[in-house]
């Protein structure tokens, strides 16, 4: 008994630098892998902006900025585009090119993980940063709002790829 | 010579007011029909012509799908539609309110193949796009 309490304190010692050695090596961990590696890139649009992306990706929805999904994701994106989401959105064969390049080079640099979701909000990253203590269920639930992927009902900026806090506006 | 300066004159004027008259197109709409037609005549054997009141019906009824034409373009084509899912704004389909449409080959033939896809599960027949373009071509804005 005596014995154990003459250790005590050193044990106690041990016990807190395995203790902060594990967290800091869990952290470092983080910070690599942050969303689990799924992580998006710059989401401000190229300055040099593709003409053919900007006019084709932004009929019938906001243009995407390259930099939320990984390159993998937008090449399944557009080999699908006669599915896409439920709707015909297929292009001419040069067309095609053309985009698939341009989105392929603007793509997330900060993406390690090896998957490759089409939908942007299956993504971790956007899953953390919306989820249910930032975000209430009412607020999806607005018919202003209509879907997740409707961007611009809550950041006023989307369409240039600008998701920053002062830019964001809830509609009531 | 003063004639020559004239008629110089006279097309430099033509040539600003095209110009300035907004941007030129490919095709008219009616051109667009007219292209419609000849595909129409060699596809479909005792070819009748189209009829406004049949595109009016096939732009409005479902076809085994979800949606109808209408469904994003509305009921009134003069009207801006909103596309069903993402509710993002489509300017007026009609001619009439809507000086772009069918005014470009390559859109055209872009559009009918989506929208037929998604409301047909098929290419749409010339008769079906020509009936549309007539139904299109008498909405009044």
Known sequence: MSKCYKNFPRRLVAALLVMGVTISIAQAGDRAEKFSGENRGKPVQPAQINAKFQQECSTCHIAYSPGLLPATSWRKVMSGLDKHFGSDASLTDQENKEITTFLVNNASNRWSASTAPLRITETAWFK????????????????????????????????????????????? | MFREFNVTLVLALVAVAGL???????????????????????????????????????????????WSCASCHTENPATPGKHAKTGKVIQPFAPSANAERFTDPGK??????????????????PQEKGDVLTYLLTVKK
Do not use: M, Y
């Open chain 1, 128 to 172: 953390h940063k919306h989820d249910s203590h930032e975000i209430p269920q009412a607020i999806w639930k607005n018919p202003k709002v209509k879907s997740p992927a409707n961007c611009a009902a809550c950041h006023q900026q989307a369409d240039r790829g600008d998701f920053s806090e002062r830019n964001i506006k809830i509609p009531k």
């Open chain 2, 20 to 66: 300035i008259s907004g941007p030129a197109f490919a095709q008219t709409p009616e051109e667009a029909l007219a292209s419609i037609q000849s595909d129409a005549a060699k596809a479909t054997s005792g070819f009748k012509g189209f009829s406004a009141a049949r595109g009016e019906s096939f732009f409005k009824t479902r076809h085994g799908n979800e």
């Open chain 2, 108 to 125: 055209v033939a872009k559009w009918f193949k989506r929208n037929c896809n998604d409301v047909l599960d098929r290419v749409c027949t």
